[in-house]
């Protein structure tokens, strides 16, 4: 990264990378700082030398600066963007640096705070659907029998959680929709919108939505995840392993472990409504307990198109490839609506 700014002398860069970098070490020594040296002279960083008159220098400047500080010496946190504060539906915190060549009249580089959005401003108007079902025959009717079979189930019968849960639970499965599909491999048909960032989201030619399909899960996780969205939505919070009953927990060798030293002792976390998301990473590609839909009564996890909407990608960006890649994508982006906003503070600058 330094080379290239060395070789090509940009008026401006964009530099983003996690929040974890604010307190790393390396041989007992704070990288950040590091970085932030290095990038203000790459010239003499990538030669490994003492700066010199006629190096190309840079002003590492924050996107949210404090009382107008802009300076190489601010507070290290003046770097971190929260997107939730910008109007991004998720709670997304990444380091962003913008370095401005020093031969450019100073201008102020300032992010502007907007509305909040909840993750259901942001996916509440998609079609619902219901999950598949693995290693098992899948369709509608065994899907809803398994959750219908609930009530007679050993965890729920002799679990010791709180009888409103269990009032909760009981009222919900008497709703359940049995006509629910599960989305087409691309395309599902739609005729929804947004109120919030509509002309973003929508695109008025679209009359279906891409990557909007579901993926299957064994019957006990149907189970999980039906009780894990209706604990949020009595206690307004995703459980904790210690919250599920024992019939629920997984056959883990180290759930044990979990419950004693509460280290990822929320494997299996909702997307809480009227709150945003959590971070949408690479990890959702894996089995999707960490991105359980709030709705029990879908059911689920986060389809593709979903975690593309909490990344605030266009409805009419088609994700491709096989579908596990297709995660990846979503979840390793920087949110298009964030990219924006940075790009008017950048076009400010260079205008």
Known sequence: YLRIIAVHRPALFVMENVKGILSAKVDGADIFQRILSDLQNPDAAVQGRTARLGDTTYRIAPLVPEKGVETLF???K????????FGIPQARHRVILVGVREDLPQCALKLE????????????????????LSKQDDSAGAWIENLRAIPKSGWFREGVFSSELKVEIAGLIAKL??????????????????????????????????????????????HRYFFASAFARVFGRSPLLEDLPTGLLPAHKNVGAALIETKFNDRFRVQYAGRPSTTVTSHIS?????????????????????????????????ITGPRTQQYHQVGNAVPPLLALQIAEVVC???K
């Open 286 to 318: 894996k089995d999707g307990h960490y991105y359980i839909h709030y709705d029990p009564s879908q059911c689920r996890s986060l389809t593709v198109r979903e975690a593309a909407r909490l990344q605030t990608f266009p409805d009419n960006y088609l």
């Open 74 to 76: 601010c507070d290290p």
């Open 348 to 350: 400010r600058v260079l």
């Open 113 to 132: 705070q907007c509305m909040r959005m909840n993750i259901e401003d942001a996916i509440g108007d998609l079609p619902r659907l219901r999950s598949g």
């Open 177 to 222: 929709d049995s006509n629910l599909p599960r989305g087409e491999v691309c395309l599902a048909k739609f005729d929804g919108g947004l109120e919030r960032h509509g002309n973003w989201f929508r695109d008025p030619k679209l009359t279906t939505i891409g990557n909007h399909s579901t993926r299957s899960h064994i019957a006990l996780d149907l």
């Open 78 to 85: 003046a770097y971190l963007i929260r997107a939730e504060e």
